[in-house]
């Protein structure tokens, strides 16, 4: 059996922007990605923690120390720049292997620098 298992979660970033006419994603700075173990182009879940909105992008990159988390394409209408926001990544795995998997967490601070990392084991 295979099991969908949180690979790497982005808490509390702040959105810094929305852009409706990109045409999709989420661009963000690529610290947190490398923190939270994403890659560009992965598929991510975003939820908003101000208006409780949640959607799928995929993740691209940033300009690396900016604390950019911008939601593009038509999900910007979904959030606002300011609201906390968490982003998740997912994968698959064999049971046994999921069953010892720990996701890579990473806890944001202000201008969305990576406070606390918690790697896998």
């Known amino acids: 059996m295979r099991r969908q298992m949180l690979i790497g979660k982005i808490h509390r970033a702040t959105i810094t922007g929305a852009d409706v006419d990109y045409e999709g ?3 963000l700075d690529p610290d947190l990605m490398d923190a939270a173990g994403l890659i560009v182009h992965e598929r991510v879940s ?5 208006n409780g909105s949640r959607f799928d992008t995929y993740a691209i990159a940033g300009i690396r120390g900016k604390g950019e988390v911008v939601v593009n394409g038509a999900a910007a209408r979904l959030v606002q720049q300011g609201d906390k926001c968490i982003v998740l990544a997912y994968g698959e795995m064999e049971d046994e292997e999921a069953r010892a998997h720990e996701p ?3 806890l ?3 201008g969305n620098r990576p406070v606390t990392i918690t790697d896998p084991v």
């Open 25 to 27: 994603s989420i661009t």
């Open 104 to 106: 890579n967490i990473v």
């Open 108 to 110: 944001v601070g202000e």
């Open 46 to 50: 975003v939820l908003d923690i101000d």
